[in-house]
């Protein structure tokens, strides 16, 4: 019988709050729960502890512009010591859950394996979107979330090269990495950034808090004020009609052009996850995922 192959996966969290139990969870139905690393970022909400599996406090990184290329060093160095006795390792932030269809891929490294085991596997990304004209809020964390979430906005951003068993560096917040990879039309990333406006304001107030303290990754959202981000979101889902949203159809993505190299990092074109919000037609997700999260 043919070994599946071990995979861990890795995140950094900082406040996750009651996401970070879900996202341990989620990833544990995949890999088990002893193949999780959580990398502490001086979370101070308890999020981190009593989660079941490893979690290791960093010392508080610098702010400022050095603060990502300091992520990502770490990061990269982490994945490089798990691959000495791991197949693959995943990285992800809290808010990204990697699914697959159930009926043919069980767990992740089912896909993996019938991939052929490739080097890097790069991820369909899917900005969940809340519809509040027809779904309830708050998000409810204990129920399964496809269940109360049918939108998204396909985002080129989020095709992220999360995969992988080569020691090649991800780069450019993890968006990159030197090496060639492709986009696997059944490996979704569901991301939840935008799942719950109650919580994008939440999240988005204390990540720009953060950002205004130490002056990190003021390029991205995290510069932007709540009051901001909330308004964007609602001039982007106030005329909808979710009843004429199509169900994504990976085919129609142009997955076959969207991987590009710059500097030597392969990546997808860089357009912001708030410019995919507000450009990016409304769809459904894939009925066949609605249990997968």
Request: glycine share 8%; net charge negative.
């Amino acid at each position: 019988m043919t070994r599946s192959p071990d995979v861990a996966v890795i995140t950094m969290a900082r406040d996750e709050g009651d996401l970070l139990p879900l996202w341990v969870s989620h990833y544990a139905r995949h890999v088990g729960i002893d193949n999780l690393v959580v990398l502490d970022d001086n979370s101070v909400d308890g999020s981190t502890e009593g989660l079941g599996c490893t979690v290791h406090r960093v010392p508080e990184l610098r702010g400022g512009p050095s603060f990502e290329p300091v992520r990502m060093r770490l990061m990269n160095g982490l994945a490089a010591g798990l691959l000495a006795v791991y197949d693959y390792v995943v990285f992800v932030d809290v808010d990204e859950f990697l699914v697959t269809d159930p009926t043919r891929y069980p767990r992740l490294p089912d896909l993996i394996e019938d991939r052929g085991r490739p080097e890097v596997l790069g991820v369909m990304g899917l900005n969940v979107v809340h519809v509040p004209s027809v779904e309830p809020e708050p998000l409810d964390l204990g129920r399964p979330l496809l269940e109360q979430r049918g939108f998204a906005k396909f985002t080129p951003l989020m095709c992220k090269p999360s995969v992988k068993r080569i020691n090649a560096g991800w780069a450019v917040s993890s968006h990159g990495i030197k090496a060639p990879y492709s986009i696997d039309p059944e490996l979704f990333m569901i991301h939840l950034k935008f799942a719950d406006r109650s919580r994008l304001a939440e999240v988005a107030a204390l990540r720009n808090a953060v950002s205004a303290a130490d002056g990190r990754a003021q390029g991205a959202s995290w510069g932007k004020s709540a009051d901001h981000l909330v308004e964007i979101f609602d001039s982007v889902v106030a005329d909808v009609d979710p009843a004429a949203a199509p169900e994504f159809d990976p085919a129609t993505a142009g997955l076959d052009d969207m991987v590009i190299v710059v500097n030597d990092r392969h990546r997808t074109p860089q357009q912001g996850q708030v410019e995919a919000l507000r450009t990016q037609p409304l769809v459904r997700i894939p009925e066949r995922l609605r249990g997968a999260v």
